[in-house]
C-alpha cells in the first residue's frame, strides 16, 4: 500500500508586543518562532522568511527565535500560549510537528493555530557515512532485515518525517517498524554530526539540509523520498528502487490562535508579498526547496486531511493509538 506523506515546516513570527491593532503589512515588527534548534529545515525556513521579508519590505523587522523540544510541540504550546489573536507573531512547522503532536500525546498541534500559507516542499533523503560498506539500499535492507536493533538511525525528532521515514524502511526489510533502532536530534547541525562522527548506520533528513556534505563526499546518499527523479539529485527515488514508499517534507508557516479580521488580512499580504517575490524563488533554488505554495484556506483543508494521514501512518508503524 503506497504510503504518501507531505512533510514540512511552519514558520513562526512573534512580537515583543502582544497588542491587537490594526496594521500593514510594511509596517509589522515580527518575531519568527522556529520550534527546534538551530541548524534544521524550520530554522532555515525561518531565517529565510526572516530574510526575504525585510529585502522586500514585507515587513518593517523580523526576529528569529528558536524554541526546539519534543519535536516542536514545546515551542508550539508556548506559541499558542502567547500568540492567541497576536497580529505580530508567526509559526513555522511543518509534517514533523503533525507527527509529534500525534506521538507525544500533546495537548496542542497545528489545528490550534491560524494556517497562513504552505510555502515548501522537499525529499528526504537517506545517507550512510562516506566509510560504510553499505552501498545501496538493498544493503541497507539486507543489514536491517538481519538484526534491527544493530541498525541505528539518526534524524529529528520522535515521530516526524524522518522517523517515519525510518520506521517505514525498517517494516519493508522484513522487521516491526516499531522496533526500529531511532536516535532523535531536535536540531539538523545535531543529527549531521552523529552521522559524521560515524555514530549511526544511516541517518534521514531533507535534501537541503545535508546537500553540502553529500556533493563534498562526506555523507553517501542512498535514495529520496519523492515519487520521482529530482534534476541535480542523484539518489534515485525509493520508488524507483523497489520500496512503495513517498514522502514529502512540506513546511508552512501559521498566526496565533484567533487571528482574524484586519489583523490577519496584513499578515497574509505579508507573506504572499514574501513567497511571489524573485528573492523568494532565489531563496528556494540555492537551499533546493520546491515551492509548494498554498493560500490559507487551501493549507487549512490541507491541515486537516494530512493531519488524519499522519495519524493513521504513525498508528500502522506503532508510533500511535
Not at 534521514?204 to 546537500?211: H, L, M, R, T
Amino acid at each position: 500500500m503506497q504510503k504518501l506523506i507531505g512533510f514540512g515546516f511552519a514558520a513562526a513570527l512573534a512580537a515583543a508586543s502582544f497588542a491587537v491593532t490594526p496594521v500593514k503589512a510594511q509596517q509589522l515588527e515580527l518575531t519568527i518562532t522556529a520550534p527546534a534548534g538551530a541548524g534544521g529545515g524550520w530554522d532555515a525556513a525561518s531565517r529565510s522568511l526572516q530574510e526575504v521579508m525585510m529585502t522586500t519590505g514585507a515587513a518593517k523587522s523580523v526576529q528569529v527565535i528558536n524554541v526546539p523540544g519534543a519535536g516542536g510541540t514545546v515551542g508550539l504550546a508556548q506559541f499558542v500560549g502567547q500568540a492567541k489573536g497576536s497580529s505580530n507573531q508567526l509559526l513555522v512547522a511543518g509534517i514533523t510537528l503533525v507527527g509529534a503532536s500525534i506521538s507525544n500525546r500533546s495537548p496542542v498541534d497545528l489545528t490550534q493555530v491560524t494556517p497562513l500559507a504552505r510555502l515548501t516542499g522537499d525529499p528526504l533523503v537517506i545517507v550512510v557515512p562516506k566509510d560504510s560498506p553499505i552501498k545501496t539500499m538493498a544493503d541497507l535492507q539486507a543489514t536491517i532485515g538481519k538484526d534491527v536493533a544493530k541498525a541505528i538511525w539518526v534524524g529529528g525528532s520522535a515521530g516526524g518525517a524522518d522517523h517515519i521515514l525510518a520506521a517505514l524502511v525498517t517494516k519493508a526489510s522484513g522487521q516491526d517498524p516499531a522496533k526500529v533502532n531511532y536516535v532523535a536530534y531536535s536540531g539538523g547541525g545535531e543529527s549531521l554530526a552523529a552521522m559524521l562522527g560515524g555514530q549511526a548506520t544511516a541517518g534521514v533528513s531533507g535534501y537541503g539540509e545535508w546537500e553540502g556534505q553529500i556533493k563534498s563526499g562526506d555523507l553517501r546518499a542512498l535514495a529520496i523520498s519523492y515519487p520521482e527523479p529530482i534534476p541535480g539529485i542523484e539518489a534515485k527515488p525509493l520508488k524507483a528502487q523497489g520500496f512503495d514508499i513517498e514522502l514529502v517534507n512540506w513546511r508552512g508557516v501559521f498566526a496565533g490562535p484567533g487571528v482574524e479580521g484586519k489583523e490577519l488580512e496584513a499578515l497574509q499580504v505579508a507573506v504572499e508579498k514574501t513567497v511571489k517575490s524573485g528573492e523568494w524563488q532565489t531563496v528556494l533554488k540555492a537551499r533546493g526547496w520546491t515551492d509548494y505554495y498554498a493560500p490559507s484556506e487551501e493549507f487549512k483543508s490541507f491541515i486537516g486531511s494530512e493531519t488524519e494521514r499522519v495519524r493513521t501512518i504513525l498508528t500502522s508503524i506503532g508510533l500511535a493509538d
